[in-house]
């Protein structure tokens, strides 16, 4: 056995270098698209500059990477585009909102032509924390809530969104009607709903919200009631150890319900920063793809340019995100058409 | 409060954020005035060249390029008839008539002062209010947003002309045509006939590129002549128009005062201040009969509304973190870079850089303007071109303008399709601007009529601002079908 081990060492070795050799060839001098389903100006255009500045270094044959929009649906027109139009040569990937993409795919919206189960999967960027808040001047607590005299006030951009399924986990689990509002554009139009005082609460990612209203929460003016809880070792959801006071909804409320809709909002916050490439894109450019964008997300000089822009990364490797889609895939068609009903 | 307001002008003339802002400036023309990248693309290119800058001399860069787009957008508008953005084609109602009649270098010149004018203007009542800014935007609640916006859907009945009723159901049409997209109350995609691109709803600017382009390429085809049908009034033209936006002063100052108060309202957005400043000119004019047919004062109401919108804009995006357009997106994610947090302190602590922002953007202008007035004339000469040689041209600037939008062939196929039925429009004597005021109001009627009644119930009719407001909008009804029935009568005497 241990003569064996310098053979194996050395064929895999070769085996190595020669897949280095003939896929150095295939990115030199090439260029890479990043295609975002968003126009410019928003969270997955920034993110996707920043990895294209350092992509290009930790891919052999050093391509040169750049940004293309393709706005629409949510991201549903580039998903399309790419899972079905785009080459699938490793030359084109595609950062798009996980969320609409599941929700839009389980539900069997119509416009829909991709295959969740069928993308090549890169990795992951980012994973979102949902919390749920109330203005302390309002209901600041779930007994509050429990007896106010009107449904308290929730706001939303759009209904069925990740957001509006963690407040429904809350309706769920407290067993009270609340007053879910709709049609905000983003959320710095309902932190100012809540600010002009229409809105009593709502629920919101934490990441974005320490960078966006980090005095509202030191200052008192909002109360963080529950949180989502992040995903621990064995996919067990812990607290989050920045707000390690903050119960998770799964603690507050154990209903089988709440589990449910927290398992079908969860795919889009674990890997709230995916990126894929087109379904049968070649093994050795995938692989190729996978290493450079981990190393990428590990680089200090990335970090250092995420970290100017106040970009939260948690690298994900491929694996891992296929593990959670698949998951997410098994969800029960009951909960899907009660989610759909919910929409209406 | 007024040493901040002086003492960051003397920040923003000083070495090295006046060279940036001269850089900006420089960028924004050519961006603005050349089809196809557009500003907001041009921002976030920019964007990480600002990294470890000053604040102030980061913001003169980026806020000097956003507003010369702005402003160089109006110029193929009038010469043209291709609006830069969306929001830009109320500038075309009267700007391309004026060219066509030979006086494309006045409405140029009245486009450029009363834009300058605006901007002044809007710096000044910003620099004024930003004590009171923060808790009168906050009296604003979805309700009075709601009545505001049907005041501005009363301006329609300003906009028709003697042609009433057409333009009523234009305006239908274009409310209708508002709720194509994604219902955010249902998630349930309405009239979307299995596109995801209209999830987001009709873009605007395939939409009025379509309306009021197509139209005019098809007209120069016709005609076989340049687009102005007459000499072009060289001596005096620009000259005209500068002087125009003092002669009609009162028009200027009040859709200067439109143009800050819509775009300091967060949640209004830019793309409406002109329609409704335009809207304004026309129902304040004693004499409607030329409006749409070549009047300057319809060039400088949205002119003035243009730049004024862009500092009042500010507020929201420094103020409450909601950016009124792209590009201020684009500018709010420089502002977190920059370590500086939307909210209250941006109008305490951080006002110099506020102020900064504010006078760079008057500063980007006053130097566009002395810029584009010393070449204007040669530009308007481009009218009397022979047809032939132009259509190619303006085609390029049409389909690349409207394939920005969204970078999708179908912005062509809705730019076309709406360019057939724009064509449709005028042959038949069907007035279009109301349908594009329906549309961009429409959306935001929708979204804050589900988010009051959602909050406050029907109540919300009840609240003493909103029963002003639509008290308000009932007078403009009633005045303007009175006076509407009077003018067709009046002597076209000038206010």
Redesign the interface.
């Given at each position: 056995m241990k003569k064996a081990m310098p053979f194996v060492l050395g064929v895999s070795f070769i085996l190595l270098v020669s897949l280095a050799q003939s896929a150095q060839p295939f990115y030199a001098g090439k260029t890479l698209t990043i295609l975002v389903g968003y126009?410019?100006?928003?969270g997955y255009?920034?993110y996707a500059?920043?990895i294209a500045?350092h992509l290009g270094k930790h891919i052999p044959g050093n391509p040169v990477v750049i940004v293309?929009?393709?706005?629409?649906?949510?991201s549903?027109?580039a998903a399309?585009h790419l899972f079905n139009r785009a080459k699938a040569d490793g030359l084109t990937i595609g950062s798009l909102n996980m969320f609409n993409m599941y929700s839009n795919y389980v539900g069997k919206?119509?416009?829909?032509f991709y295959d969740l189960a069928k993308w090549s999967y890169i990795g992951n960027t980012r994973s979102g924390i949902q919390i749920f808040l109330m203005r302390s001047d309002s209901y600041a607590s779930f007994e509050a809530i429990k007896s106010a005299k009107r449904p308290v006030?929730l706001?939303y951009?759009?209904?069925?969104?990740g957001h509006h399924l963690f407040g429904l986990a809350v309706e769920e689990g407290l067993g009270v009607k609340l007053?879910?509002?709709?049609?905000?554009?983003?959320g710095?139009?309902i932190?100012?709903?809540l600010?002009?005082?229409?809105?009593d609460g709502r629920s919101a990612n934490l990441n974005s919200y320490l960078?966006?209203?980090?005095?509202w929460i030191k200052g008192g003016f909002v109360k963080i009631l529950a949180q989502g809880g992040s995903a621990g070792r064995e996919g067990k959801i812990i607290r989050d150890p920045r707000i390690p006071d903050v119960p998770t909804i799964l603690e507050l409320f154990p209903k089988e319900r709440v589990q449910q809709l927290m398992d079908f909002a969860s795919v889009g916050e674990l890997i709230s920063g995916v990126y894929v490439a087109p379904p049968k894109t070649p093994e050795d450019n995938l692989k190729v793809l996978r290493e450079g964008f981990l190393n990428t997300l590990n680089d200090p000089d990335f970090l250092a340019?995420a970290k100017?822009?106040?970009l939260e990364i948690n690298p994900m490797g491929a694996k891992q995100v296929e593990a959670i889609v698949k998951r997410a895939l098994k969800v029960s068609p009951e909960l899907v058409d009660w989610v759909k009903t919910v929409?209406? | 409060m007024l040493e901040t307001f002086w003492g960051s002008l003397l920040s923003v003339l000083s070495w090295p954020a006046f060279g940036l802002l001269l850089l900006g400036t420089f960028i924004g023309f050519w961006i603005g005035l050349l089809p196809g990248i557009g500003v907001v693309a041009t921002l976030s290119i920019l964007l990480p060249f600002t990294f470890g800058m000053h604040p102030i001399n980061a913001m003169a860069l980026l806020i000097a390029l956003h507003a010369v787009g702005a402003t160089t957008g109006d110029i193929t508008s009038i010469l043209f008839g291709v609006p830069g953005e969306g929001s830009a084609a109320a500038t075309i109602l009267d700007g391309h008539p004026m060219a066509k009649k030979g006086e494309a270098g006045r409405a140029l010149g009245a486009a450029l002062g009363s834009s300058l004018v605006g901007g002044l203007i809007g710096a000044l009542a910003l620099a004024v209010s930003v004590p009171v800014l923060r808790p009168f935007v906050l009296t604003f609640t979805a309700a009075e947003l709601f009545a505001l916006i049907v005041l501005g859907l009363v301006f329609i009945a300003s906009l028709t002309g003697s042609l009433w009723t057409r333009g009523v159901l234009m305006a239908g049409l274009g409310l209708i045509l508002s709720t194509v997209g994604m219902d955010p109350n249902s998630s349930i995609p309405r009239y979307t006939v299995g596109q995801p691109y209209l999830w987001e709803g009709l873009p605007l600017a395939p939409v009025a590129i379509g309306l009021f382009a197509i139209p005019e390429v098809v007209d120069l085809a016709v005609r076989g002549t340049g687009i102005a049908g007459q000499d072009v009034r060289i001596a005096g033209g620009v000259l005209e128009g500068l002087k125009d936006t003092f002669r009609y002063w009162g028009i200027t100052l009040r859709c200067s005062l439109i143009g800050t108060f819509v775009g300091v309202i967060p949640g209004l957005g830019g793309s409406v201040a002109q329609w409704v400043a335009y809207g304004h000119a026309v129902q304040s004019s004693r004499d409607k009969s030329r409006f749409g047919n070549g009047d300057v004062r319809g060039v400088l109401g949205p002119g003035a509304a243009n730049n004024s919108k862009e500092g009042g804009d500010i507020i929201p995006t420094v103020g409450f973190g909601v950016p009124g357009s792209g590009g201020m997106a684009i500018l709010l994610g420089g502002f977190l870079t920059l370590g500086l947090i939307p909210g209250p302190e941006m109008l305490t602590k951080h006002l110099d850089v506020v102020f900064s922002m504010v006078w760079t953007l008057v500063i980007a202008n006053i130097i566009i303007a002395v810029v584009c007035l010393s070449f204007l004339n040669k530009i308007a000469k481009l009218t009397q071109i022979r047809g032939s040689i132009m259509i190619p041209c303006i085609l390029f600037l049409v389909f690349m303008g409207a394939f920005s939008a969204n970078n999708d062939l179908l912005d062509l196929v809705v730019m076309i399709l709406f360019g057939v039925f724009g064509y449709i429009a005028v042959l038949l004597d069907w007035p279009r601007p109301p349908l594009v005021l329906g549309l961009v109001l429409g959306r935001l009627a929708e979204k804050y009529l589900y988010i009051s009644v959602g909050a406050f119930g029907l109540s919300f009719l009840l609240r003493p601002l909103v029963i002003l407001i639509l008290l308000l909008a009932v007078g403009a009804v009633v005045y303007s079908i009175r006076s509407g029935k009077g003018s067709v009568q009046a002597l076209p005497t000038e206010t």
């Open positions: 126009p410019p100006g928003g255009s920034a500059q920043v500045r293309q929009h393709m706005p629409g649906g949510a549903i027109v399309n919206s119509e416009g829909v006030r706001g951009a759009t209904k069925g969104d007053n879910h509002i709709f049609g905000y554009g983003g710095g139009e932190d100012l709903g600010e002009r005082g229409e809105l960078v966006s209203k980090p005095d340019d100017r822009l106040n929409r209406k | -």
